[in-house]
C-alpha cells in the first residue's frame, strides 16, 4: 500500500494520507512522510506542500493505539522518534504548507496539522488532542504547537480535559485559518497554494524562518535576524528579479536562487 500517495499541480505537492478507514499513521508513513518533505526541499519548482487525508470522514486518527496495546518502552520510543523526525521535517519544508482537514483530525492526525503552517477545515471536522483519555500524550509537538496557537487555556482544555471542537470553534480559536464547505478544503488549499507562486521562493523561506523563530526568540534578537535576513536576499537572483519585473510592469519568473 502506498501510505502516502503524491501527485503535482503546477508548483505545489499535494500529499494524501491513505491509510483506511481512518487514515492512521504507522513507522512507514511516517518515514515516507519525512522522505518525501526532504525530496520536496531539494526540488526547486515545488514552492507549496498540500496535506490531506483519503476518504470524507477522516483526515487522520493518528496512532494506531494498537502499536501500544503491549506497553513495550522500545516500541514506544520508536514511534515517538518517527512521529517527532517526520513532522518537524514538515514544520521545517522551506516552502508553504497547508493541511486541508476533510474530516476528523484526532491526536497525531492534528498534530500534523499543526506542523502546517496553514489550516483549512471543512464544515463537519472535529479536532482534538485526546491522548490522555488512554493514558498517553501528544508527543509530535502537540503540547507545543497547540498551546502556540490558541494559548494556554484552551490548550489545557484540549489537552487536559479532552475537548473536542469543531471546525466553527476552531476558527475562532485560531487554530485554523479558514472553514469551507464539506468536499471544499483540498480545493481552497491548492487555490490558496497556488497564490504562492507569486512571491519569491528565497523571500518565503526566509519570512517563515523568521515567523517561527518569534515562538521561541525574545523579539529584540529576531529583529537583527530580520534585517539581516533582508540584505541576505540581496545574493539572489529572485531579489533582483522581483524587483525589476515589478518596475517593467511584468509577471516575475522565479528560478528559487
Not at 471542537?165 to 485560531?174: E, Q, S, Y
Request: glycine share 8%.
Amino acid at each position: 500500500m502506498e501510505y502516502l500517495v503524491e501527485r503535482i499541480e503546477g508548483h505545489t505537492a499535494i500529499l494524501t494520507m491513505n491509510n483506511p478507514p481512518a487514515n492512521t499513521w504507522t513507522a512507514e508513513s511516517l518515514q515516507a512522510l519525512k522522505a518525501k518533505v526532504l525530496a520536496l526541499n531539494a526540488n526547486k519548482d515545488i514552492y507549496a506542500l498540500v496535506l490531506t487525508g483519503q476518504g470524507q470522514k477522516f483526515f487522520s486518527a493518528g496512532a494506531d493505539l494498537k502499536l501500544f496495546s503491549d506497553g513495550n518502552k522500545d516500541n514506544a520510543a520508536a514511534m515517538a522518534k518517527h512521529f517527532g523526525e517526520a513532522f518537524e521535517t514538515l514544520s521545517q519544508f522551506r516552502g508553504v504548507s497547508i493541511a486541508a482537514i476533510n474530516g476528523y483530525a484526532m491526536g497525531g492526525g492534528l498534530e500534523v496539522a499543526l506542523a502546517c503552517d496553514i489550516r483549512i477545515a471543512e464544515t463537519q471536522a472535529v479536532m482534538a488532542l485526546p491522548e490522555a483519555t488512554v493514558g498517553l500524550l501528544p508527543c509530535a509537538g502537540g503540547t507545543q504547537n497547540l498551546t502556540a496557537l490558541v494559548g494556554e487555556g484552551w490548550a489545557k482544555r484540549m489537552i487536559l480535559c479532552g475537548e473536542r471542537i469543531d471546525a466553527t470553534k476552531a476558527l475562532g480559536l485560531r487554530l485554523v485559518e479558514e472553514v469551507v464547505e464539506t468536499g471544499e478544503a483540498l480545493n481552497a488549499a491548492i487555490a490558496l497554494a497556488a497564490k504562492v507562486a507569486n512571491q519569491s521562493p528565497s523571500s518565503v523561506t526566509a519570512c517563515k524562518t523568521l515567523i517561527q523563530a518569534g515562538r521561541t526568540m525574545p523579539r529584540n534578537q529576531a529583529l537583527p535576524i530580520e534585517r539581516e535576513l533582508f540584505v541576505g536576499l540581496f545574493d539572489t537572483e529572485d531579489q533582483a528579479e522581483g524587483v525589476n519585473a515589478f518596475l517593467g510592469k511584468r509577471k516575475a519568473d522565479w528560478k528559487n536562487r
